[in-house]
């Protein structure tokens, strides 16, 4: 903790998330493997160590092996970079996958991932949807074996706690409409809503079970939870650049039951719903608020309907805004004033009487210049004790 804060990064998470003063606004990360290389390059870090965290952070948890990363990304990127930074990292915890062995490249649902390149770094891509060719609930009900909760090892849940009490934790959580879409792949995922809603019915049914039991497993294993910050990250991306990607009616009949029990199980358990939703999500957000959620994330002002000004004057007093800086235009394109003009808008306009968290619209890309990042926290740094 440096001279100028006088909060952990815990307390300073939670002071915003209860609407209570605060030394500074707090500043998360988001940003793809190469980013977190290149700045670990940029802080100093030995090229045996590099190699290791590309490594670790490039490759699907299930390409490397059948378990979870052994060190999650913010653990690594902690050490030398989030403090010199001022980074109020998040430490998530994760179960271990110690169910039936699975082939290298896949998932415990069956799907399998390839490894896109591009110039100037990777993703990981859905390949195979193993519910792809089923026409009936029968036929899945009769051919396909659904992942069983006692899959998962949440045993070391309580260690991955240790030396990080200073730090908010995040557990469990769902995001069960990107895996029907893997399971059925995009084009069946989006009509199955209007030819074949039993199946649609059936699967989230599945996979809001699954997520929620082991939600609730590892709330079980968390030490001394009331003593401690935790956050569910409930998310969907319903949003395109211009509007959203369902009807109100679909998202409020086949997603926003489950959610909602996520939710409630997440704030009977003391957690703050953190909801990801990219795209222009304003004409759906009264009824995600009103469904339960705490924290909107990533915010991305430049689109249609969601202007700061107005989600700030609508929705303010509902909910913590996380995200708002623009990673599509400023950050890869802008110039570091650029950065630097946008950070301290969503400061005044987004942070006005706190509930903001200081982020990237999502993970920052690869094309993005150094100077930006910084830029990014530098300011937000300096001018986030000015709320």
């Known amino acids: 903790m440096s001279q100028e804060d006088t909060m952990t990064p815990k307390e300073r998470w939670l002071a915003i998330l209860e609407r209570e003063e605060v030394d500074r606004l707090p500043m998360d990360y988001w940003g793809t493997p190469e980013v977190s290389a290149k700045l670990i390059r940029h802080f100093g870090l030995s090229d045996k160590e590099q190699i290791e965290i590309v490594r670790d952070l490039g490759l699907s948890r299930f390409q490397k092996s059948n378990n979870n990363l052994a060190v999650p990304e913010s653990k690594v990127l902690e050490r030398e970079v989030f403090k010199q930074l001022h980074i109020d990292f998040v430490v998530r915890l994760e179960n271990k996958y110690v169910g039936p062995e699975i082939p290298l490249g896949s998932d415990p649902y069956g799907c399998r991932y390839k ?7 990777s993703y990981i891509e859905c390949s195979h949807n193993p519910l792809a060719e089923f026409n009936s609930v029968e036929e899945i009900e009769n051919e396909y074996q659904w992942p ?15 030396g990080y009490e200073d730090y908010p934790i995040r557990a469990g959580g769902s995001e069960p409409f990107l895996f029907y879409k893997y399971l059925r792949g995009d084009e069946k995922a989006f009509l ?14 599945k996979l809001f079970g699954l997520t929620k039991e082991n939600t609730k497993r590892m709330y079980e294993q968390i030490p001394e939870k009331e003593n401690k910050l935790l956050l569910t ?9 211009k509007g959203l990607l369902y009807s109100p009616t ?20 003391g957690a703050y719903v953190f909801h990801h939703d990219d795209g222009s999500i ?17 915010v991305q002002w430049r689109l249609k309907d969601m202007d700061r000004e107005g989600l700030k004057q609508d929705f303010g007093k509902q909910i913590i805004f996380h995200g708002g800086v623009d990673n599509q235009h400023t950050l890869p394109f802008g110039s570091v004033e650029d950065v630097q003009i946008e ?5 005044k306009i987004l942070g006005e009487g706190g509930g903001y968290i200081i982020a990237p619209c999502h993970n920052i890309q690869p094309n993005t210049p150094i100077e930006n990042i910084l830029a990014l926290y530098e300011t937000g740094y300096k001018f986030g004790s000015q709320i």
């Open 115 to 121: 490894t896109i390149e591009y110039a100037d770094g």
């Open 148 to 162: 069983d909760p006692d899959w998962w090892d949440y045993s070391t849940i309580s260690d991955q706690v240790k």
């Open 192 to 205: 199955d809503l209007v030819l074949n809603p039993e199946i649609v019915h059936y699967i989230l049914e």
């Open 233 to 241: 990250y409930v998310n969907e991306d319903l949003g395109s650049q």
């Open 250 to 269: 679909h998202i409020q009949e086949f997603l926003l039951p489950g959610m909602k029990e996520m939710m409630d199980l997440a704030h009977e358990n």
């Open 282 to 298: 304003r004409k759906i957000l009264p009824d995600l608020i009103k469904t339960g959620i705490d924290i909107l994330n990533p």
């Open 343 to 347: 950070v301290e808008e969503n400061i």
